[in-house]
T-cell receptor, first 113, second 114 residues
Framework: GESVGLHLPTLSVQEGDNSIINCAYSNSASDYFIWYKQESGKGPQFIIDIRSNMDKRQGQRVTVLLNKTVKHLSLQIAATQPGDSAVYFCAEALTGGGNKLTFGTGTQLKVEL | NAGVTQTPKFQVLKTGQSMTLQCAQDMNHNSMYWYRQDPGMGLRLIYYSASEGTTDKGEVPNGYNVSRLNKREFSLRLESAAPSQTSVYFC?????????????FGPGTRLTVT
């Protein structure tokens, strides 16, 4: 089946810098995308979502960008903090089909002091 | 409001043993899901229940069965455990309506099959 993938398995950033985590998706019919944060030993935690009729959505210190032309999704974290260290997953869905999410393999974000 | 709860947190089984993983949500969500997560990988969908009374196979259903007991509870059963089923299992729930489709996850069950 089609899958969601990530470009970088590990990303190291300095505290206070901005982080950009990338994701490529292959199902052009997907109309809903989510970013999750997973800390060690815990379940994934919802960060932000975006529908395919939008190019950009902002939350608190996070921004998700969607480029449907190249089927690319990114998560930007402003002023990265030590508490942001985690694995980040993107996921895609075709809504109306039981809301099944297809997850990428994840990017490990390491924040250096 | 506990969100999504899972029991047990840890379990060790011998090959061929059976067990049931329990999941409950108190958010009045319609849809519930079971995923497995293997080291260094994303989550793969085992089974899901779009609404009370319905269940459907996901990406990796072989070796598992599920029961949507009521709107709150969704259990996952391993009838004859195999080492390949060693994984972390996550339950999730979602309202799956209107403009909101995000899923909320439980803390996971870490299962080892020897």
């Amino acid at each position: 089946g089609e899958s969601v993938g990530l470009h970088l398995p590990t990303l190291s950033v300095q505290e206070g810098d901005n982080s950009i985590i990338n994701c490529a998706y292959s199902n052009s019919a997907s109309d809903y995308f989510i970013w999750y944060k997973q800390e060690s030993g815990k379940g994934p935690q919802f960060i932000i979502d975006i529908r395919s009729n939008m190019d950009k959505r902002q939350g608190q210190r996070v921004t998700v960008l969607l480029n449907k032309t190249v089927k690319h999704l990114s998560l930007q974290i402003a002023a990265t903090q030590p508490g942001d260290s985690a694995v980040y997953f993107c996921a895609e869905a075709l809504t109306g089909g039981g809301n099944k999410l297809t997850f990428g393999t994840g990017t490990q974000l390491k924040v250096e002091l | 409001n506990a969100g999504v709860t899972q029991t047990p947190k840890f379990q060790v089984l011998k090959t061929g043993q059976s067990m049931t993983l329990q999941c409950a949500q108190d958010m009045n969500h319609n849809s519930m899901y079971w995923y497995r997560q293997d080291p260094g990988m994303g989550l793969r969908l085992i089974y899901y229940s779009a609404s009370e009374g319905t269940t459907d196979k996901g990406e990796v259903p072989n070796g598992y069965n599920v029961s949507r007991l009521n709107k709150r509870e969704f259990s996952l059963r391993l009838e004859s455990a195999a080492p390949s089923q060693t994984s972390v299992y996550f339950c999730a729930s979602s309202q799956a309506s209107g403009m909101r489709y995000e899923q909320y996850f439980g803390p996971g069950t870490r299962l080892t099959v020897t």
